[in-house]
């Protein structure tokens, strides 16, 4: 969380429209971080447009057949169902850019990222700021419980808002440290 995922992202589908490459983004609902509308917010204020989706098999629906590269952002709430995409994705011919966090709260793989990781030609793993000493961060902890989950769902790893985040970075030697 705060590494710069998004802003990576943003930043690599802006550079490849300069080339006139048709890009396509994806972001899931769930994603309201800074408003429900069809843009895609980096936390430094970078935006670009995209597509708002459900469920994971939309990306292969929404996909039009000239678009080369396919950018989902915020993969771990997709679920296991996006390795399957992204190797139908692949299959096609498509480049395929994802961004997610690599573990949840209590330090376990979040799922699908380890698959992804595994599958994919290059990876860029970010690292943030721990909030304690300023080291890099590799962890995100949990330090309230007051989350704003989807009660449908009833799953914390979903937490969908960051106005009042109820995380922070830390590095591994400060991550059992009190807030």
């Not at 690292?127 to 962890?139: L, T």
């Amino acid at each position: 969380m705060y590494c710069g995922k998004t802003e990576e992202l943003i930043r690599q589908v802006k550079r490849v429209t300069i080339g006139k490459e048709k890009v396509q983004v994806f972001k899931h609902r769930n994603d309201i971080r800074y408003g429900n509308d069809k843009k895609l917010f980096s936390h430094n204020g970078m935006f670009f447009d995209c597509e708002i989706i459900d469920k994971t098999v939309e990306i292969l629906n929404k996909t039009k057949k000239n678009t080369k590269i396919v950018a989902i952002d915020e993969a771990q709430w997709l679920g296991s169902e996006l390795i399957g995409v992204v190797q139908s994705l692949l299959d096609l011919g498509k480049h395929v850019v994802v961004t997610g966090l690599a573990m949840t709260y209590d330090r376990q793989p979040f799922t699908p990222i380890p698959t992804l990781m595994a599958m994919a030609d290059k990876v860029t793993k970010l690292s943030s700021v721990c909030m304690v000493c300023g080291n890099d961060a590799v962890y995100h902890k949990r330090i309230s419980n007051r989350t704003s989950i989807d009660p449908l769902q009833n799953d914390p790893s979903l937490v969908k808002s960051l106005k009042d985040s109820v995380y922070e970075a830390r590095c591994r030697n400060c991550f059992n440290k009190k807030p």
